[in-house]
């Protein structure tokens, strides 16, 4: 320990010295490159659409809905101003505004019917697809003449809707990708290794081997995980178990990386290299690495798929049911039953839970 302490003093300069140099939220190079994955991810987790791109899309199509509410004749029965509010080409203006939000705001959702087809997954983005897809050609098609009532106040409204939720979806889940990178923020950039000849050198986290010894000093952060092998402290372990309360740390008990080192100084055994750490593994394999779904997420791809073939079947029972009395209600009816029957809340329930729960957990565990 004497030789120790001595070569921590001709190592003080130097640490300061390097220190100042790195960034204190810097990762080694492999957790560098999950970093870069995930941000990349995150923003394109719905085909290629950011958060500000959802958001751009939600708030002009809602502008857009207020005169489609004000122009559709159901609503104008309902608040009284039916006579009041009508002039003449009043549908055609309609129209215009519908197929605006139609195709504007309802983008997202049809490619990613497409996409969905291509890789025969029908789902989520398949059934609102379908549901905008034909309350719009339905509407379109009585302003053209065939008898029946229009769907376009319905049709902007879901569009709505369904935008709103998934730019709070891809919000949530960007603030969770960024609070696991917080966990950046606990991997020291530098270790003080102990050489075969007893001295310590300043070497990057990166570098480190199984069975490498290393020197903790108080106050600092534990840069791998391993083994006490001399001394007795206490660390801080909220990063691993939530719990702020140091534990006492003995010769050969097991101390991860990211703790903080509490008491007096110990010497450490490399167990695992930096990428097999806790923390690593951690950041690897979150929900939102590109190669995991967690068991909840393939829950509910299977019950959108089957949900979304029940529900087509039932549309076309249904109108097939009405079809022998007449077109127009059978075709009002299939439009009827895939609009009501859109799953909004299945669609976004899981991430949006999934993304809430990861950023409160990254905020207040790690």
Known sequence: HNNHNASNMEHKNHSKMDH??????????????KKDEHSGHSRSEHEGHTIEGFKKRFWISIIITIPILILSPMIQHFIGLKEALRFNGDIYALFVLSSFVFFYGGYPFLKGLIDELKNKQPGMMTLIALAISVAYFYSSATVLGVK???????????????LLGH???????????????????????????????????EVKVSELNHKNKL???????????GKVYEGKTSINEAMITGESKPVSKVSGEMIYAGGRQLGSAIELEVIRE??????????????FNKKTESFFTNFSNVVSKRFTIFVLLTAFISAGFWL??????????FTAVLIVACPCAIALSV????????????????
Do not use: C
């Open 167 to 201: 730019w709070i979806e891809m919000k949530s889940v960007m603030g969770a990708s960024k609070a696991l990178e917080e966990i950046a923020k606990l991997m020291p950039d530098e270790a003080h290794q102990i050489n075969d000849d007893g001295n310590v050198v």
């Open 148 to 162: 029946g009532e229009d769907f376009f106040w319905e049709l902007a409204t879901l569009i709505d809707i369904m």
């Open 351 to 366: 991430p949006f839970t999934f993304g809430n729960a990861m950023r409160i957990l990254g905020r207040n565990k790690f």
């Open 215 to 225: 020197l903790i000093k108080p106050g600092e952060k534990i840069p791998a995980d």
């Open 274 to 287: 930096v990428s097999q750490s806790y923390l690593t593994q951690l950041w690897n394999n979150d929900i």
């Open 20 to 33: 100042s140099k790195h960034n204190d939220q810097s990762l080694p190079e492999k957790m560098n490159h």
């Open 324 to 333: 022998p009395s007449s077109f127009a209600i059978a075709i009002n009816v």
